[in-house]
């Protein structure tokens, strides 16, 4: 599946304020992976691309929580490869614990992105609000305000941006 089919079907699937936040997600995340693979890691600008492209076309469906698990399984049906689902599954943030998907009524699994491909386009999604890029401390304020100074998922967001600005040598 290449960016061309891949930008067709959210296209045909989505409305067109998620297509956008999906371009500038996509574009992002690959001048992330670009810059990361170019300091010598091993990481799959193509995926992250792609990954970036179509993290939220579960939004076609719903947009709640449940988007990156709804994403995925739209994924799958279609034929993509699971590196691809897996990116949509668990953008959210910096992820999501089994205790916190049980809570949210989701599948009750871990939904952390573990591969460096899944936390780019994670990270590249934190720092994009609809098509705008932003800093970490805006991130940080929209999570707060949401969840609550002290909720887990601000640590992991910040350890992942810490992460990612580490191989860039930030």
Known sequence: MDYEMGLTILKQMCSPDVVEHCLAVSRYAYELSLAIKNRG????????????LLHDIGRSKTHGIEHGV????????????????????????????KDEAVELGLPPKDYLPLSLEEKIVAHADNLIFGTKRVEIDDVIKKFERRLGRSHPSIRRILQLNDEINALLKI
Do not use: N, P, S
Not at 41 to 52: H, Q
């Open 41 to 52: 890691y091993d990481v799959d600008v193509e995926l992250v691309r792609l990954g970036g």
């Open 70 to 97: 709804v994403g995925a399984e739209i994924l799958r049906t279609l034929g993509f490869d699971e590196k691809l689902a897996l990116i949509a599954e668990r953008h959210i943030g910096a992820g999501i614990t």
